[in-house]
């Protein structure tokens, strides 16, 4: 059975970086649109950024446009996000996501704590 394990989560200040992984096990992702969620206290789940599943293009949400970079490596089965000139509004959980016409996967969830 697939599964998706985020890592790379932590505490960073503001202006800071870090780098998510989200590695997938059971599947592979090639024919799988995949995708960069948060959710941060109180507030619904966002869509952060997505690779598509046909000619992998990327999209980014407009709050991340031009400071987050979604990216996969596809021997690795793995993809990530580069996450620079971070903010104190950035601070969620970040999950990622594979969906096919026939399956669909989330991670658990990796937290990401930007302070001010």
């Known amino acids: 059975e697939g599964q998706l394990v985020e890592s790379g989560g932590g505490l960073v200040q503001a202006g800071g970086s870090l780098r998510l992984s989200c590695a997938a096990s059971g599947f592979t992702f090639g024919g799988y649109a995949i995708a960069w969620f948060r959710q941060a206290p109180g507030k619904e789940r966002e869509g952060v950024s997505c690779i598509s599943s046909g000619d992998r293009s990327t999209y980014y949400a407009d709050s991340v446009k031009g400071r987050f970079t979604i990216s996969s490596d596809i021997a690795q089965n793995t993809v990530y996000l580069q996450m620079n000139s971070l903010k104190p509004e950035d601070t969620a959980v970040y999950y990622c996501?594979?969906?096919?016409?026939?399956?669909?996967?989330w991670g658990q969830g990796t937290q990401v704590t930007v302070s001010s």
């Open positions: 996501s594979a969906e096919s016409w026939h399956a669909g996967y």
